[in-house]
């Protein structure tokens, strides 16, 4: 679906976002390794993926970079990460949470990002919680944030991921404390729908509650 003008959600079962200008920016790779979903999208919309130039990875999560190796074969793109997640990513280290996350294929990361970077015109932010390297992209020109896991709309609204999926919930709630400082409209989350109006105000209601 397209949530703006430009932005695309590919809905699976953790959502990808795809930003179309002059050239194709893709958010995550989805939980197929075959990365059906993006894939069939892409054609859905008639580009190739020759057409993506750079694709950003939020966190480590397999149901977010499992599609990763193919897409980067697939398209020839640039693969950007958090310096703190590269490693988990390209699976050099282990990754520190519950056995059984690093199922992908491995993948080098071309582009090490770091926290209030700009990159791809968007302000990167470091969100750990959810993992130790997750990223959020705020897109000011769009009033768009990508949050990944750092939050979820599963009911309707913006929460807190489950605990049993964060590998340090104190630091989760703090990192949508850190987000709720923003200022944007509509939001993709890797779990639940997006929501394209008034999301900040949302962000800062569930921060006061937290």
């Given at each position: ?45 008639r ?7 750079t ?51 491995p ?24 993992t ?79």
């Amino acid at each position: 679906m397209e949530l703006l003008k430009g932005v695309h959600v590919i809905e699976t079962f953790a959502n990808c976002a795809l930003l179309v200008d002059d050239r194709l920016i893709l958010v995550d790779t989805g939980a197929d390794g075959g990365a059906k979903d993006v894939l069939g999208y892409l054609d859905r919309i008639r580009r190739k993926p020759t057409d993506i130039s750079t694709i950003i990875i939020t966190h480590t999560h397999p149901d977010h970079v499992s599609g990763l190796a193919v897409m980067r074969e697939k398209s020839g793109a640039k693969v950007a990460a958090h310096r703190m997640e590269a490693d988990y990513i390209s699976r050099k280290k282990p990754y520190p949470g519950p056995p059984g996350i690093q199922r992908h294929k491995p993948v080098d990361i071309d582009i090490l990002l770091d926290d209030k970077q700009r990159f791809e015109e968007m302000l990167v932010l470091h969100t750990p919680g959810h993992t130790p390297g997750s990223l959020s992209l705020l897109d000011e020109r769009r009033k768009l944030l990508i949050a990944g896991d750092a939050c979820q709309t599963e009911e309707g609204t913006i929460g807190p991921m489950d605990d049993a999926y964060n590998i340090d919930p104190r630091m989760h709630r703090e990192s949508i404390k850190r987000l709720a400082q923003l200022d944007f409209e509509a939001i993709i989350v890797g779990h639940g729908k997006p929501l394209a109006t008034g999301q900040s105000k949302v962000m800062r209601q569930l921060a006061s509650r937290l």
